[in-house]
């Protein structure tokens, strides 16, 4: 099983609409959970740190599910320039991170 | 947010030849960088753990021997693939881990992509 697992998708999203994908995890000790955006062939940036309680960022709000072991990310009024892969991050032991394969999101007009 | 730099940003070699790749952290002190490898439609594999002055820490199934790093300074690992192969053609990308963040935050490089023909 994988550490840290998405769905590829794609998520074929209006432009305007709402979207949401989640991801899940092993490591029940994981404590730092991060929604990263790549780019086709860029590397990752950050785009979110996902907190316990949830956090919004403008039109992106995270969400942590400790019990259940998931994290989500929702984005409101999508943009074209949405269009991504957005990679589900999670602390492993000794600061190392794991990553998620991606969930690809393209916007249309 | 930190400031990371790969060089050169794309390369393409010949079969059994190496191929060094820089990193630099441009706006603090890195004493930790790491080595990722991302192939096609898949997700970054952590290759090693760049440590200042000392060894690099390798990840299972990783060959020391065939991709060398050095972290000389606190500002600059290098990754070297070593008599590349057509199967080490990749995205290689590098991050540091800012010294004040106690959650594991990386920032990454732009990565380097390496063509062996």
């Known amino acids: 099983r994988k550490e840290v697992e998405q769905d590829p998708g794609p998520f074929n999203v209006p432009e305007g609409a709402t979207v949401a994908f989640n991801c899940t995890y092993s490591n029940s000790a994981s404590q730092s959970f991060f929604w990263y955006r790549q780019d086709c062939r860029k590397e990752p940036k950050l785009l979110m740190s996902v907190y316990s309680s949830g956090n919004e960022d403008g039109r992106f709000t995270a969400q942590l599910n400790r019990a259940s072991q998931y994290i989500s990310l929702l984005i409101r009024d999508s943009k074209l320039s949405d269009s991504a892969t957005y990679l589900c991050v999670v602390n492993g032991s000794w600061g190392k991170l794991q990553f998620g394969a991606g969930t690809q999101v393209v916007v249309t007009p | 947010g930190a400031v990371v730099s790969q060089h050169p940003s794309w390369v393409i070699c010949k079969s059994g030849t190496s191929v060094k790749i820089e990193c630099r952290s441009l706006d603090f002190q890195a004493t930790t960088m790491f080595w990722y490898r991302q192939f096609p439609k898949q997700s970054l594999m952590l290759m090693a753990t760049?440590?200042?002055?000392?060894?690099?820490?390798?990840e299972q199934g990783v060959e020391k021997d065939k991709f060398l790093i050095n972290h000389a300074s606190l500002t600059l690992s290098t990754l070297t693939v070593t008599s590349a192969h057509p199967e080490d053609s990749s995205f290689y990308i590098c991050?540091?881990?800012?010294?004040?963040?106690?959650?594991?935050?990386?920032?990454f490089g732009p990565g380097t992509r390496l063509t062996v023909t």
């Open positions: 760049s440590n200042e002055g000392s060894k690099a820490t390798y």
């Open positions: 991050s540091v881990r800012t010294p004040d963040r106690e959650d594991y935050e990386q920032y």
